[in-house]
């Protein structure tokens, strides 16, 4: 039986007891976050928590859960990142598959194209412009069409569809008649999963995040995705605490909630727990091949 | 492997397509803020109804149009409002810069009185001039009746008036006595009282560096050290008070008037440095907050909880007084009065004067603002702008303003009584009013109160009100205020603050720069281990500000400006106060305020 040398035993564990520091140190202010969202916010004020909630409340959450729209830009932001980000992994891949194809005419103009395009950009106005002549303001295609095409990802793509797709494969079903169309589906995207899994988190996450869009391009409210919505009850729960300071009430004797439990340092950690839980759940499904994912395309040949 | 594949993908797609069929077919549809039935309603109704749209960037709860008091406040007006859209909670500037590019203005806008967007939309001509409605007391006479010196105070630099303000003092020379300004020297009572002194004690630098010695040594009950002496929460918010002390004003942007009519920033001021060299020693002898130069407004009120210190020069609104009425288990609305009775409760604390130098006058850090918080403006393209105007103006009655305060007597929240208004606080703190979700914001915003008063209203400080006692923790607040008038910090806010900057000048353009300089220089002064590095550190900030800074740019631009506006109508104005109009702050029993 194989045995550590004692060397390699204090390699371990120092090893170890590294990594499990780190892994503490990423860990502690997310754990931290989830104790602030269910512990009272006056009481929180006074400091000393670190483990478990010392005066445990819902209400946090009950405020921010309670308007009946939260469901609807919930749905909004799951329709967003499924559609978003399938149709994001689809169109970048059918160009970065083009563009991986030496014998595409005017290759590398078009590239040239796409870098110059992903450095430089016309900021924020000339893009609003483009969506309100597209009609796509207050529309909720607003969310998924301007992403569909991410060239950062095509770039990504294109490096590993060249390096990992064997030319003489290609070859061969060219020679048994298969078009570019059949080898795109038949080869190309059967041998790159782990590639889509890696950039198809990275699309749901910004897809899931994105409060901006919905903040500036949508003013309908029932098209409102999830963050935007918790952004706006950020803003409300400030501004309603500042109109209770500057009008020098007596105390909110008859609340529906306990007004102890909300200020809004609690409202602000609960909005981070409920927004980053949903996301946080898809991550072990695709881990398997995350790590094969990001590193394929970074090593040539 | 492939079947698999093939499989997911068939799924991928499913739930793709029914995704899209089922979220993207409602893009238009249903849009909860135009109040499609009022619409139709109008239209079947009277011909005089005029309908428009409004836009308050600044509101983040969605207004239900369909609201009680709402629809109450509508038919009062006569002005119908379509759809009211909100902002998002984000940068205002740049919420409206997208909307003028997209040429999407709505009939009317509300926006904060000194915003700076006033001026951009002034010049792009997007408002229509209100001059006229001010001066025809026969056809409006309650925005006729609104103090010139008011709407001189907003004039554009065109010299017209954009916009209707609202929460203005009715009548200027009689304000409120309570204007919100609680900044100043809190001193804990029980601390003091163990270092053997009186508030008689710190009335002078000496005598104050002698109670924060005294107390520097001591333990809170916890066995942590008390730290004398805190600047207050983030970015030195108290460093105005201790610059007062100096005979420097520091508020706004700094701007310190000298006898020649001429302004000069702050730093330029010999009492900058002295004030700074003052702090500088206390921080070297462990009397300030170690932490003041960097820490976060969570700590600092986690500290101000705990009651760890013994001093605070800062704005006052962060004491922890309210914290020990529920800690002591009394009754939050207890007054003053009944607390005193009792006895205070250990670790209170209250305002106290400013220690003085001996020749050197405290400087003003504490204003007044009667010209009122906010405005509305209306689009140059409106259809019947008359029509709106007239809803306006009645929007500036007491009968308006105690609708959208309480709204309508049948709801409960307030009855009147000899004239006065007579309010239910079962009801104005239930459910229905400040009593819902979200602080009461909910509610506001389905039923239609209060947030009306932003679209226009005036102050309500002349309107007959029975008032409940203060809660003890508040009448602290307005006991600094009065600390404020007696020793002279407090006045009308002053020119240098009241001066928009031009859009693209050395001001606008230098003024983020400079904060950021002085931010990180301050810390450097506090910082200082000795006086020769002291010396050294100021001499660069002073370097930093010219070379980096552009000051001076920026005092040269600032000083034809600021002449230039004392020419104006608004730069002559000047307030005597008569009386202030007190409110029930001492007292254990309700009292009638406002006459």
Redesign the interface.
Same mark, same amino acid.
């Given at each position: 039986m194989w045995r550590l040398t004692r060397r390699e035993k204090a390699f371990t564990f120092i090893n170890s007891s590294l990594l499990a520091i780190f892994a503490f140190v990423c860990a502690y202010p997310l754990w931290y976050i989830v104790v602030l969202s269910f512990n009272e916010g006056r009481d929180a004020s006074l400091g000393g928590i670190f483990w478990w909630p010392r005066v445990f409340t819902m209400d946090n959450f009950r405020v921010i859960l309670n308007d009946h729209t939260i469901v609807n830009a919930f749905w909004i932001t799951v329709a967003r990142t499924a559609i978003g980000t399938t149709g994001s992994l689809l169109i970048t891949s059918m160009v970065a598959y083009g563009l991986s194809r030496k014998e595409l005419p005017g290759r590398n103009q078009l590239l040239l194209v796409f870098l110059f395009v992903m450095l430089f950009n016309g900021g924020l106005i000339p893009f609003y412009l483009q969506l309100v002549h597209l009609k796509l303001i207050n529309n909720f295609w607003v969310y998924v069409l301007p992403g569909l095409f991410s060239i950062w990802n095509m770039f990504v793509m294109k490096t590993s569809f060249q390096n990992t797709i064997p030319e003489a494969v290609v070859e061969s079903m060219k020679l048994d008649g298969a078009g570019y169309t059949r080898i795109y589906f038949n080869i190309v995207l059967p041998f790159s999963m782990p590639l889509f899994a890696a950039l198809g988190l990275f699309t749901a996450v910004g897809h899931w995040n994105d409060w901006f869009t919905g903040a500036f391009f949508v003013n309908d409210l029932n098209l409102q995705p999830l963050p935007t919505y918790l952004q706006r009850i950020m803003s409300t729960i400030e501004a309603s605490q500042m109109i209770s300071a500057s009008q020098m009430a007596s105390a909110h004797s008859v609340s529906l909630y306990n007004p102890d439990a909300i200020t809004s340092k609690s409202v602000r950690m609960a909005t981070i727990v409920i927004t980053i839980l949903p996301i946080l759940f898809v991550y072990p499904f695709v881990q398997r091949f995350f790590v094969k994912g990001v590193l394929i395309g970074s090593v040539k040949e | 492997?492939?079947n698999r594949?093939k499989k997911s993908?068939i799924s991928?797609?499913a739930?793709?397509m029914l995704?899209?069929l089922?979220?993207?077919c409602?893009?238009?549809?249903?849009?909860?803020?135009t109040a499609e039935g009022n619409k139709q309603d109008a239209a079947a109704g009277t011909a005089k109804e005029t309908h428009y749209t409004l836009y308050a960037p600044t509101q983040?709860?969605?207004i239900n149009l369909d609201g009680p008091i709402t629809k109450e406040v509508m038919e009062k007006s006569g002005v119908h409002w379509d759809k009211v859209?909100i902002?998002?909670?984000?940068d205002v500037t740049?919420?409206i810069?997208?909307k003028l590019?997209?040429?999407d203005f709505p009939d009317a806008i509300i926006l904060p009185s000194d915003s700076l967007i006033w001026s951009r939309l002034v010049s792009e001509k997007k408002l229509l001039p209100l001059d006229k409605y001010f001066d025809d007391a026969a056809d409006y006479p309650n925005l006729a009746k609104i103090d010139k010196r008011i709407i001189d105070n907003w004039r554009a630099a065109d010299g017209h008036i954009y916009f209707v303000p609202s929460g203005y003092e009715p009548v200027v020379d009689e304000p409120s006595a309570?204007q919100?300004n609680a900044q100043g020297l809190w001193v804990q009572d029980s601390l003091l009282k163990k270092a053997g002194m009186t508030t008689d004690d710190l009335q002078t630098i000496d005598g104050f560096e002698k109670y924060l010695n005294a107390i520097k040594g001591l333990k809170d009950a916890q066995g942590r050290s008390i730290i004398p002496l805190s600047l207050g929460g983030e970015n030195f918010s108290g460093l105005e008070v201790v610059m007062s002390m100096f005979g420097v004003q520091s508020m706004g942007y700094g701007w310190n008037e000298q006898a020649d009519g001429s302004v000069v920033p702050d730093y330029k001021l010999p009492g900058f440095k002295q004030a700074f060299e003052w702090l500088n020693h206390l921080q070297l002898n462990g009397l300030l907050d170690p932490e003041t130069s960097f820490q976060k407004k969570?700590l600092f009120?986690?500290k101000v @909880?705990?009651l760890r210190f013994g001093a605070m020069l800062f704005d006052g #609104?962060d004491n922890p007084n309210q914290?020990l009425i529920?800690a002591n288990k009394l009754p939050?609305?207890i007054s003053y009065k009944a607390l005193e009775e009792k006895g205070l409760p250990e670790g209170w604390f209250s305002p106290t004067k400013l220690p003085t130098t001996p020749g050197v006058k405290l400087a003003q850090y504490a204003s007044f603002n009667p010209f009122g918080g906010s405005g509305t403006g209306v689009s140059a393209k409106i259809q019947d702008p008359d029509a709106l105007m007239k809803g306006l103006d009645w929007m500036q009655t007491q009968e308006a303003f105690i609708l959208m305060e309480y709204g309508p007597e049948s709801m409960g929240a307030y009855k009147m009584e000899n004239g006065a208004v007579v309010v239910n606080?079962?009801v104005f703190?239930?459910?229905k009013f400040?009593?819902?979700? @979200?602080?009461?914001?909910?509610s506001?915003t389905e039923n239609g109160f #209060?947030w009306w008063k932003n679209l226009a209203s005036v102050g309500n400080t002349h309107i007959k009100t029975m008032e409940?006692p203060?809660?003890s923790y508040?009448a602290m607040?307005y006991k600094a205020e009065e600390i404020n008038h007696e020793q002279g910090t407090f006045g009308l806010i002053p020119k240098s603050s009241r001066i928009k900057p031009i859009i693209g000048g050395a001001v606008e353009k230098y003024n983020p720069v400079q904060s950021d300089i002085r931010l990180q220089y301050y810390a450097k002064l506090l910082l200082a281990k000795n006086d020769q590095e002291f010396e050294k550190v100021y001499n660069q900030f002073l370097n930093e500000m010219k070379v980096r800074g552009h000051d001076e740019d920026t005092i040269a631009e600032f000083n034809k400006e600021y002449k230039a506006y004392s020419e104006t109508p608004a730069g002559k104005i000047t307030i005597t106060v008569k009386r202030t109009l007190p409110?029930n702050v001492y007292n254990d029993k309700p009292v009638i305020v406002g006459e």
């Amino acid at each position: 039986m194989w045995r550590l040398t004692r060397r390699e035993k204090a390699f371990t564990f120092i090893n170890s007891s590294l990594l499990a520091i780190f892994a503490f140190v990423c860990a502690y202010p997310l754990w931290y976050i989830v104790v602030l969202s269910f512990n009272e916010g006056r009481d929180a004020s006074l400091g000393g928590i670190f483990w478990w909630p010392r005066v445990f409340t819902m209400d946090n959450f009950r405020v921010i859960l309670n308007d009946h729209t939260i469901v609807n830009a919930f749905w909004i932001t799951v329709a967003r990142t499924a559609i978003g980000t399938t149709g994001s992994l689809l169109i970048t891949s059918m160009v970065a598959y083009g563009l991986s194809r030496k014998e595409l005419p005017g290759r590398n103009q078009l590239l040239l194209v796409f870098l110059f395009v992903m450095l430089f950009n016309g900021g924020l106005i000339p893009f609003y412009l483009q969506l309100v002549h597209l009609k796509l303001i207050n529309n909720f295609w607003v969310y998924v069409l301007p992403g569909l095409f991410s060239i950062w990802n095509m770039f990504v793509m294109k490096t590993s569809f060249q390096n990992t797709i064997p030319e003489a494969v290609v070859e061969s079903m060219k020679l048994d008649g298969a078009g570019y169309t059949r080898i795109y589906f038949n080869i190309v995207l059967p041998f790159s999963m782990p590639l889509f899994a890696a950039l198809g988190l990275f699309t749901a996450v910004g897809h899931w995040n994105d409060w901006f869009t919905g903040a500036f391009f949508v003013n309908d409210l029932n098209l409102q995705p999830l963050p935007t919505y918790l952004q706006r009850i950020m803003s409300t729960i400030e501004a309603s605490q500042m109109i209770s300071a500057s009008q020098m009430a007596s105390a909110h004797s008859v609340s529906l909630y306990n007004p102890d439990a909300i200020t809004s340092k609690s409202v602000r950690m609960a909005t981070i727990v409920i927004t980053i839980l949903p996301i946080l759940f898809v991550y072990p499904f695709v881990q398997r091949f995350f790590v094969k994912g990001v590193l394929i395309g970074s090593v040539k040949e | 492997m492939n079947n698999r594949w093939k499989k997911s993908m068939i799924s991928v797609a499913a739930v793709t397509m029914l995704a899209a069929l089922t979220t993207g077919c409602g893009t238009n549809g249903n849009n909860s803020n135009t109040a499609e039935g009022n619409k139709q309603d109008a239209a079947a109704g009277t011909a005089k109804e005029t309908h428009y749209t409004l836009y308050a960037p600044t509101q983040t709860t969605p207004i239900n149009l369909d609201g009680p008091i709402t629809k109450e406040v509508m038919e009062k007006s006569g002005v119908h409002w379509d759809k009211v859209e909100i902002g998002n909670g984000g940068d205002v500037t740049q919420q409206i810069n997208l909307k003028l590019v997209g040429g999407d203005f709505p009939d009317a806008i509300i926006l904060p009185s000194d915003s700076l967007i006033w001026s951009r939309l002034v010049s792009e001509k997007k408002l229509l001039p209100l001059d006229k409605y001010f001066d025809d007391a026969a056809d409006y006479p309650n925005l006729a009746k609104i103090d010139k010196r008011i709407i001189d105070n907003w004039r554009a630099a065109d010299g017209h008036i954009y916009f209707v303000p609202s929460g203005y003092e009715p009548v200027v020379d009689e304000p409120s006595a309570w204007q919100g300004n609680a900044q100043g020297l809190w001193v804990q009572d029980s601390l003091l009282k163990k270092a053997g002194m009186t508030t008689d004690d710190l009335q002078t630098i000496d005598g104050f560096e002698k109670y924060l010695n005294a107390i520097k040594g001591l333990k809170d009950a916890q066995g942590r050290s008390i730290i004398p002496l805190s600047l207050g929460g983030e970015n030195f918010s108290g460093l105005e008070v201790v610059m007062s002390m100096f005979g420097v004003q520091s508020m706004g942007y700094g701007w310190n008037e000298q006898a020649d009519g001429s302004v000069v920033p702050d730093y330029k001021l010999p009492g900058f440095k002295q004030a700074f060299e003052w702090l500088n020693h206390l921080q070297l002898n462990g009397l300030l907050d170690p932490e003041t130069s960097f820490q976060k407004k969570d700590l600092f009120m986690e500290k101000v @909880n705990n009651l760890r210190f013994g001093a605070m020069l800062f704005d006052g #609104w962060d004491n922890p007084n309210q914290s020990l009425i529920k800690a002591n288990k009394l009754p939050e609305s207890i007054s003053y009065k009944a607390l005193e009775e009792k006895g205070l409760p250990e670790g209170w604390f209250s305002p106290t004067k400013l220690p003085t130098t001996p020749g050197v006058k405290l400087a003003q850090y504490a204003s007044f603002n009667p010209f009122g918080g906010s405005g509305t403006g209306v689009s140059a393209k409106i259809q019947d702008p008359d029509a709106l105007m007239k809803g306006l103006d009645w929007m500036q009655t007491q009968e308006a303003f105690i609708l959208m305060e309480y709204g309508p007597e049948s709801m409960g929240a307030y009855k009147m009584e000899n004239g006065a208004v007579v309010v239910n606080d079962n009801v104005f703190r239930g459910p229905k009013f400040w009593g819902g979700d @979200n602080g009461g914001m909910t509610s506001v915003t389905e039923n239609g109160f #209060w947030w009306w008063k932003n679209l226009a209203s005036v102050g309500n400080t002349h309107i007959k009100t029975m008032e409940s006692p203060w809660p003890s923790y508040n009448a602290m607040l307005y006991k600094a205020e009065e600390i404020n008038h007696e020793q002279g910090t407090f006045g009308l806010i002053p020119k240098s603050s009241r001066i928009k900057p031009i859009i693209g000048g050395a001001v606008e353009k230098y003024n983020p720069v400079q904060s950021d300089i002085r931010l990180q220089y301050y810390a450097k002064l506090l910082l200082a281990k000795n006086d020769q590095e002291f010396e050294k550190v100021y001499n660069q900030f002073l370097n930093e500000m010219k070379v980096r800074g552009h000051d001076e740019d920026t005092i040269a631009e600032f000083n034809k400006e600021y002449k230039a506006y004392s020419e104006t109508p608004a730069g002559k104005i000047t307030i005597t106060v008569k009386r202030t109009l007190p409110r029930n702050v001492y007292n254990d029993k309700p009292v009638i305020v406002g006459e």
